[in-house]
């Protein structure tokens, strides 16, 4: 599950680090809490509709996938499984040709009994993780929406340690393919999810994890602009996790 992360990188570092044009997201800046439903950027591809031409673009999303088709949702819908997201109806269409990437500094999952969770930072070995997404776009009062979902699979290795499930994060070699626009027919969404599948197997092996303060349990307390919020427990280090996994997360 991923339902809260850090990004800390400014607009001109994900923009040269995903070889992306500027796009509309110029007033980003870094967060080190970031809840569903917030706006966050992704990078996705797009063609001219006269030229064919593919550009890759860094643009504003809000964390909470809301395609035109769907009038109300009861809660967020910020994570999709990977074992589901060619064949549901509801994220099927956006997979097809509406793929995306989620950068990220890390995640945040939590373990332990409620009003005593103790929260964990995951992250890469690089600065910056690369999540797989999808995204939408609907036009609201003359104005249009883009909005995104994380991929999520079964956990493993480190992550595995802490909860059941975890992104889909992807190495650069593969960025082009996933985002590349043009439309899956049904036999290329069932390719593209094994390939999800077995590329984000390399990733995994090196994600880490090390306890944080609690502070960052309380979403809505918390600044999001707080950099110490990723900084490890004095001592956490690589440590053997004794409490049970979480299934949700924290509030």
């Given at each position: 599950m991923c339902g809260r992360f850090a990004n800390d990188a400014k607009v001109d570092e994900l923009i040269q680090e995903f070889v992306a044009a500027g796009g509309d997201y110029k007033d980003w800046r870094p967060q080190y809490s970031i809840a569903p439903t917030e706006v966050i950027?992704?990078?996705?591809?797009?063609?001219?509709?006269?030229?064919?031409?593919?550009?890759?673009?860094?643009?504003?999303?809000?964390?909470?996938?809301?395609?035109?088709?769907?009038?109300?949702?009861?809660?967020?819908?910020?994570?999709?499984?990977?074992?589901?997201?060619?064949?549901?109806?509801?994220?099927?269409?956006?997979?097809?040709?509406?793929?995306?990437?989620?950068?990220?500094?890390?995640?945040?999952?939590?373990?332990?009994?409620?009003?005593?969770?103790?929260?964990?930072?995951l992250h890469g070995d690089q600065p910056l993780l690369a999540a797989a997404g999808i995204y939408t776009v609907r036009k609201v009062d003359d104005e249009w929406h883009v909005s995104t979902s994380i991929i999520t699979r079964e956990a493993k290795d480190a992550s595995g340690e802490v909860h059941d499930r975890m992104p889909v994060f992807l190495e650069a070699d593969f960025w082009g393919e996933y985002l590349d626009p043009a439309k899956l027919d049904e036999s290329g969404k069932a390719r593209m999810v094994d390939q999800l599948a077995s590329e984000s197997d390399k990733v995994a092996s090196t994600i880490s994890v090390y306890e944080v303060d609690r502070r960052v349990n309380n979403s809505r307390a918390v600044d999001p602009g707080d950099a110490s919020l990723i900084d490890p427990l004095p001592g956490s280090g690589r440590v053997e996790l004794s409490g049970v996994r979480a299934d949700v997360d924290a509030t």
């Open positions: 950027p992704i990078v996705r591809e797009r063609a001219d509709r006269d030229t064919g031409e593919i550009t890759r673009m860094l643009d504003a999303a809000a964390w909470n996938f809301h395609p035109p088709f769907l009038k109300d949702a009861k809660r967020p819908q910020f994570n999709t499984r990977i074992e589901t997201v060619a064949t549901n109806g509801l994220w099927k269409g956006a997979f097809a040709s509406s793929r995306c990437l989620v950068p990220m500094r890390g995640y945040y999952e939590w373990t332990g009994e409620p009003g005593k969770k103790r929260a964990w930072f």
